[in-house]
């Protein structure tokens, strides 16, 4: 029971205090992306959480590996990306092969897979010195931190393009980089972090 609670509250602190796509602009730019063409929300979102949990854990089960717990930080980049590669391709070989996934999919896979939010979760658990079940909360925190973001940002697109009353110079792009902007703080404040250090 204490192992379903750790990943428990490990990922909701990661989803709603520490949500790393506003805190700290992790996948920013896939979750703008994402929200811009929704249809491929559901796809993109599932293959985060998928990478996300599946490079957590097993970055945490090689950080019990005496030699890469006593490496460098650069070393311990080098076995995080080398394993996120490796989780990529096997997972697009059986897609390929076994589910006869088309190209498009498969590139959706590849878009997820090197996303800086996924990158980043392995640092963030050796950082924390998070265990295997804090490991797994953040990579579902990280990936539903995700789906948060985009589901707000979407919003927030539809409703800064019906508004008329935004100035021309600041319609489009702009309305919505100051709307992610003020979403970024209000997450700041919920960590409890400092803007200025």
Same mark, same amino acid.
């Given at each position: ?5 750790? *990943? ?12 790393l796509v506003f805190s700290?602009?992790? !996948?920013?730019? /896939? ?11 559901? $796809? ?6 998928? +990478?996300?949990?599946?490079?957590? %854990? ?6 019990? *590996? ?10 311990? @980049? ?5 394993? #996120?590669?490796?989780?990529? #391709? ?8 076994? %589910?006869?996934? /088309?190209?498009? +999919? ?12 996924? $990158?980043?979760?392995?640092? *963030? ?13 953040? !990579? ?12 707000? *940002? ?15 110079? +600041? ?5 919505? +980089?100051?709307?992610?902007? %003020? @979403? ?14």
């Amino acid at each position: 029971m204490k192992l379903f609670f750790d *990943i428990l509250t490990t990922a909701l602190y990661t989803v709603f205090i520490q949500n790393l796509v506003f805190s700290g602009g992790y !996948g920013s730019s /896939e979750a703008v992306r994402t929200a811009a063409k929704p249809r491929r929300f559901f $796809l993109y979102a599932g293959f985060i959480v998928y +990478f996300s949990v599946s490079v957590s %854990l097993l970055c945490r089960l090689a950080d019990n *590996i005496p030699a890469i717990s006593a490496a460098g930080n650069a070393a311990h @980049l080098a076995v995080s990306g080398g394993i #996120l590669v490796l989780v990529y #391709l096997l997972t697009s070989v059986f897609m390929h092969i076994v %589910l006869k996934a /088309e190209t498009k +999919f498969l590139n959706a896979l590849g878009i997820a897979a090197l996303n800086t939010l996924v $990158l980043a979760i392995p640092l *963030i658990n050796r950082r924390a010195a998070n265990s295997a079940a804090q490991s797994v909360g953040t !990579g579902l925190g990280a990936g539903f931190a995700f789906i948060v973001a985009v589901a707000l *940002i979407g919003r927030g697109m539809q409703t800064l393009s019906a508004n008329k009353n935004i100035p021309s110079a +600041f319609q489009g792009t702009p309305a919505v +980089f100051l709307y992610i902007a %003020l @979403l970024s703080l209000a997450f700041t404040g919920f960590s409890g972090s400092s803007l200025f250090v």
